[in-house]
C-alpha cells in the first residue's frame, strides 16, 4: 500500500513537470474547489448570505440539499467530527459516547431514520464505506481527514445523487470536500486543551504557489490525547494528511492527496436500564485494575456491581481499538472542450489493526479465569471512477462508471492472562500479543468487485424549471472462505459461501421550478438498493448473512434478497439576504429489511441476521435561518419520523408482534437550534437540540428517554502579532446544563423484546476545551 500511494504521489509531481502552458484566465490559475452545476449534480452552494448561521440550503437543486460551510464547523471544538457537526441539521441525529465524535465504537449517525450502514459517504469522490465500527469497504471519516481540513460537506437528506460511490445508500448521502493548498506560502497552527487531560495539536504548511502554473502542496499533522470521561483509558491518535494540486489548461486540474492515521482508543463499559439505575452513568470497566477483574472472573465483585442483576458482565478489565489506515487518491478533472469534461479518480486504501476485549467466559491454559479476546479487521481495497459530462441544447448528460476490488480479512484469537501475583494483562493498545495467542477461533476472507453504471440528463427546459433523470446498475458480487475454525470454540462451522446484489434499473427523476424570485419548489423520487455487508462470526456490529452458522446462511441464501426502498420527498425552499427557509416531505418504502437480533451478555451474545420486511416512514421537517440584523443570525429546525414495520416477525420460537411498531433508535420528534452573534472579532453562539425518546425493542416495550442539550462557544480574533497572523483564542462549553442522557443505542444490535440486555452507551457531562490557533 505504501508503494501505491507513493506512486500516486510521484505521478502527480511528474504530470506537475510535463503540465501544459498554464491558461493566463484567472479562473485557470485559482482552479480551486468547482462544482458541479446543482441540477446535474445537486451539489450546488446557494449565493452567499450575509452571516450565516449554522446551514445553507441548496439553492437551486433538484433535491433536498444542506451544506455545511467551513465557517459552520469553526463553531466546534477543533477535532470534532465532521459527522457530528451535521447533527445540527433536520433529520440527523448523530450520538457518541465522547464530545468529539473520535470514539468510533460509539460514533453512530442516523438520517430520516436509515442509520449510517444504509447512508452513502464520500472524501472527494472517494467511496468512504458504510461508517460501521469494523468497517469492510471503507474508512471512518474521523481517520479519512483530519477535521481543520475539511472545506465542506454537502449532505442529501432523502436521496443522493446518482453519481455518488456507495452500494449502501439506501438513503441520503454525505459528501466531504478537503481544503486545497494555499496560494499563498504559510500555514497555520492550534492548540486545544480542556477536560479529561485532553491536550490537541494541529499544524498546517502550505507551499504557497510554486510557480506561474500555480502548482502547490501541503502537508498537516493532527495529534490527539485524552483520557475517558469515566473509568481510566485514553484516547489517542495521530494523523497525516497531504495534498497537492497540479492547475492545467482550460480550467482542468490534477489533484493527489495522502492520508494516515494511527489510533489506539480504550472503550467504555457498555450499559444496561439496570446498571443505569443501579449503579449509575459513572460504571466503567476495571482497567488497570487487574485483581478487580480477575477477583470478578472468580465471582468476587466490587460492592457497587452486587447491586445488579448481572454482575459478571457488568465490566471487563477493558477493551480497546487500534487502527493504521493508509488512504490515497488521485484526480485528474479534465474539460477537453467548452462542453465536454472528464473526471477521473483512482484510488487505494489500506487498513491493519486490532481490538480487545478482556473475557471471563473463556479462562487461560494456565488456570486463571480470563483471557483476551483479540479480533483483526484489514481491508486492502482499491478502484476508479470515471466519468464524462457533455452539454448541448439545454442539457448536460452524465456518464460514468465505477470499479472497486476489495479484500476484507478477520480473525478472532484467544490470548492467555496471567496469574495474580504473576504480572498483569497491562495496557491492551501496547502491541498484539502475539506470544500469548493460545486459541484460534476463527479466521475469514471476504473479497468482493463492485461494478456501478450511471447514466443521468439534466434538462433545463425553462430559464426557471430544470430536471434531471437517470438510473444507475448497480452489481455487488461478495464470498468468503474459512481457512481457520475451531468447532469446540464457537460451537458450530461458520458461514461461507457467495451473495450478489445486483440491479440493472435503479432510477431517479427529481425537478426544481422556481416559480417567484426566492421562491422554489423541488422533489424527487428514487429507487435504492443495498449491497450485503460484510462481517465475521458472531461479531454483533452489522447486519450481515455471514454472522451466522453455515447450516442458518445455507438455508436463507436462496431466498435473500438486498434490501431495496423507495424515497419520494418534495418541498419548498426560500433564500434571501436575510432568512432562508425549508420545509420538505418525504415517504420511504422499504422493503427485505435486514437487522441484526442480538441476545445475552455483550461480550459472549447469540446474534442473528432476520428479514423483518418491510418499513414505512412518513416525516416532515422545517428549518429557518434569519438574520434581523448585521452579526446576529438564528437558527431553527424542526422534524417529525412516523417509521414503523409493516408486519409482525416470524423467527424460530414464535411470532414477535412488530407489526405497527416504531423502529429503534430514531426519536419521533426533534427540534435544534442556533443563535450567533458577530461583532468585530468575537463570535458568540448557543446551540441546542431536542431529541424525544427512542425505542431499543422491536416491540417498543423498552425505550431510552428524550433529552435536550445544549453547548455553548466563543472565539476571538485578537488580529496579527509579529509573524503569526489571525491569532484567535475560542472557547466551548459541551452539554451546558450537565444533563445524564442516553446517547449510542443499537451498538450491540437491538432485541425483540426488554431481555434486560438491551445495551447502550451514556453521553459525556459537561465539559470545556480552549483553543489557542494562528496563521503564519
Known sequence: MLRLTSALAGLATATAAIAAPPDTSHAASHPGYRQKPAAASARHAPPPVRDEAITVFGHGSTRQMTSITRGMM?????????????????????????PFGAYEYSSQIFMRGFSQAQLGFTLDDVPLGDQQFNNYNGLSVARAIISDNVAGVDVSQGAGAIDVASTSNLGGAIEIHSLDPSHQRGGAISQTFGSNSTFRTFVRLDSGDLNTQGTRFSVSYARLNGNLWKGAGYDHSDQVNAKIVQPLAHNSSLKAFFDWSSIQQFDYQDMTMNYLHTVGPDLANYYPDYSAAYGAALGSYRPALLKTNDPFDAAYYAGTANRVDYLGGITLDENLTDRLNWKTTLYAHDDAGYSTWSTPYMPSPNGAPLSQRIQTPGIARGGFETAATYSIAGNRINAGVWYEYGNFTEARYFSQAPLLGQGTLGNPTGGFPSADVFATAWQEAFSSNTFVFHLQDTYQILKNLTVNAGFKSMIVNAGNSVPTQDLALNGTAIAQGHLEASNAFL?????????LPHHELFFDVSHNMRAFPEDGYNTNVSATPWTTSQAAFQSTAANLRPETDWVYEGGYRYTSPFISALGSLYRIN??????????GAAIHPITAVQNVGGVTTNGAEASVTLRPATGLSIYNSFSYAHSTFDQDVVTATGVEPTQGKLVPNYPQFMYKGNITYRIGGLEVHVDGSYLSHRELTYTNDLHAPGYFLANFGTRYVFGDAGPLKHVTAGFNIYNLANKTYIATTNELGNNFVNTGYNYFLMGAPRQFFGTISAGF
Open 590 to 599: 422499504f422493503s427485505n429489511r435486514l437487522q441484526l437480533i442480538t441476545t
Open 74 to 98: 469553526q463553531q466546534s471544538v477543533p477535532g470534532t467530527s465532521p459527522l457530528k457537526v451535521l447533527s445540527e441539521l433536520p433529520g440527523v441525529v448523530y450520538q457518541s459516547a465522547d
Open 507 to 515: 432510477p431517479q427523476v427529481s425537478a426544481n421550478w422556481r416559480f
